[in-house]
């Protein structure tokens, strides 16, 4: 999920970066955000029976680019 918290009206370089962020993204078919909440819970727990499957298909829920993430944001055309 994105938050826009500022939208800066005629301005002639548009510059789209994030100050900070946290977690990974969603991945394909977790149940949307419910699911994907879920998930994380999941693997917090090492008790779960399932944690270690979950993080070798999910990955590491916590990892967060900001550098990876400002750079998709670049491509983008607003």
Known sequence: MILVENILL???DKVVTSPAGARAGLTD??????GYENLVEATADPKYPERD??????????????D??????????I
């Open 29 to 34: 078919d977790c149940g949307s955000i419910p």
């Open 10 to 12: 005629k301005v002639a």
């Open 53 to 66: 499957q979950l993080l070798e298909w999910l990955g590491d829920p916590k990892a967060f680019s900001l």
């Open 68 to 77: 990876g993430i400002n750079r998709y944001l670049k491509r983008l055309k």
